[in-house]
């Protein structure tokens, strides 16, 4: 079975404080996404990497930066977390056409 | 613009009460349709992939179908274990696997 981790499934964080989510996928896939979701809004891309220390903007970039130093680990970095990054994070991996999903990392943000 | 419309948004069912949940979607040329099911506080669990009008997916009481404009999960004689939000997602052709459009999904609750 595919395996992506979340290291931390709930955080709370203060306004202006630098955030680090991890994810580690154990398939060596190629791809690797972060997602946050929203009620009402659904899942909307941030990032994704289709290799090391290759990154691809999505669709809501802004306010997030992404490493992928190594092909199974991802990180999302918010460089100064504001309250609107409130939500659910999703990582995420495929290696085709597949793409499978950790089981989320609620961060709230005071 | 990729746009995908799931409906209804909230379905609630007796046991064994079998209906369908829809996924319209508008997408300049489709790759494959994904539907997930997500589980409250958890993320999305794979389903199926369709690739083309036609085609057919099925997996314990669950079945999808996909045309040329929409998707179905038939849920048939559903349990109270199949409550969940199910999530239909797209993959434009120009766009591929990596920026899949995902609609907000159909809260579905099944009553004992």
């Known amino acids: 079975d595919v395996k992506v981790t979340q290291s931390s499934r709930y955080l709370v964080k203060r306004t202006g404080e630098k955030v680090f989510l991890e994810c580690v996928q154990d398939m060596d896939h190629e791809n690797m996404f972060w997602y946050r979701q929203d009620p009402g809004l659904g899942l909307r891309l941030i990032y994704f990497?289709?290799?090391?220390?290759?990154?691809e903007k999505g669709d809501i970039p802004e306010g997030y930066s992404v490493s992928r130093e190594k092909k199974e680990r991802f990180s999302l970095i918010l460089e100064s977390a504001s309250t609107n990054q409130t939500s659910m994070y999703l990582c995420?991996?495929?290696?085709?056409?597949?793409?499978?999903f950790g089981e989320g990392s609620w961060l709230t943000v005071v | 613009e990729d746009q995908v419309t799931q409906s209804p948004e909230a379905l609630r069912l007796q046991e064994g009460e079998s209906s369908s949940l829809n996924c319209s979607y508008t997408v300049s040329g489709l790759r494959g349709l994904f539907w997930y099911r997500q589980d409250p506080g958890k993320g999305p669990e794979f389903l199926f992939t369709l690739y083309s009008a036609g085609e057919e997916k099925e997996k314990e009481r669950l079945k999808a179908t996909l045309t040329k404009k929409e998707s179905f999960l038939h849920i048939t004689a559903p349990k109270p274990e199949d409550s969940a939000t199910y999530l239909c997602?797209?993959?434009?052709?120009?766009?591929?696997?990596?920026?899949?459009?995902f609609g907000t999904g159909t809260r579905l609750l099944v009553s004992p």
């Open positions: 990497s289709y290799d090391v220390k290759m990154k």
């Open positions: 995420a991996s495929s290696s085709s056409n597949t793409i499978y």
């Open positions: 997602a797209v993959g434009p052709m120009n766009t591929g696997f990596q920026k899949l459009v």
